[in-house]
């Protein structure tokens, strides 16, 4: 009798302790969330800045707590910035965090001559085109006529895309656009295209011309596959 008594003893106290232990985590994780301590005073805000103002992004996390801030408490802010891929939280415990953003690659400098003053803007990788007068290095294309055909800027995207995984210096490549034929120099090569289609096969063609041949002259397309060289 003694001894069942003995064991119903042990048994509560088990009870009681592993009670006590999760007790006790529920009471550490109830003070870290609302503690002071962890509560975020410093944000620091990494790459696009000059599609985004920081402060938008700065604003939602000071004040809360560490433990709950993750990207998607920016998610608001960032789907008004089409250009931004991802963003990636650093947390500097107990209450600084680092927030990387990640735009889609830049992938053509776009200058518009069909009005009066000229527009300028870039092509990003998911074929946004955001209005910007700023000089970078990448492949240019100027439009001198129009009306630009429905899904251009997927054209521009497959063009440049496919011509970045040959050996060749794809920033060294401008464009012309005139409403009907789709023109570009690469060094001293002058390529006609024909109209602006099919161009990530036409790409494919010339990447591959241009990667194991030397050519100074003139190239014509007169199918998405086959070209007339004439070089030197």
């Known amino acids: 009798m003694?001894?069942?008594?003995?064991?119903?003893?042990?048994?509560?106290?088990?009870?009681?302790l592993i009670f006590s232990f999760f007790l006790l985590i529920v009471l550490n994780a109830a003070f870290s969330l609302n503690s002071t301590y962890f509560r975020i005073s410093k944000v620091e805000v990494v790459g696009s800045s000059e599609v985004i103002d920081e402060t938008l992004l700065i604003k939602p996390a000071l004040g809360q707590s560490i433990w709950l801030v993750n990207s998607d408490t920016f998610s608001d802010e960032i789907l008004d910035i089409p250009i931004i891929e991802k963003v990636t939280i650093t947390k500097e415990y107990p209450n600084e965090i680092k927030i990387e953003l990640t735009s889609y690659d830049k992938i053509l400098s776009i200058t518009d001559l069909r009005s009066s003053i000229p527009k300028k803007s870039i092509l990003y990788k998911n074929m946004v085109e955001i209005e910007s007068d700023k000089i970078i290095n990448i492949p240019s294309l100027t439009i001198t006529n129009g009306p630009v055909p429905?899904?251009?800027?997927?054209?521009?995207?497959?063009?440049?895309?496919?011509?970045?995984?040959?050996?060749?210096?794809?920033?060294?490549?401008?464009?012309?656009?005139?409403?009907?034929?789709?023109?570009?120099?690469?060094?001293?090569?002058?390529?006609n295209f024909g109209p602006p289609l099919d161009l990530g096969s036409k790409s494919s063609a010339l990447g591959s011309l241009l990667e194991n041949s030397e050519c100074r002259g003139e190239i014509r397309f007169i199918s998405k596959e086959d070209i007339i060289a004439d070089c030197e």
């Open 2 to 16: 003694e001894n069942e008594f003995n064991e119903q003893e042990k048994a509560s106290y088990r009870l009681f």
């Open 150 to 191: 429905i899904g251009f800027n997927g054209e521009m995207v497959s063009l440049i895309m496919t011509i970045k995984s040959y050996d060749l210096d794809a920033d060294a490549f401008n464009f012309i656009y005139d409403g009907y034929s789709f023109t570009g120099e690469y060094k001293d090569t002058v390529i």
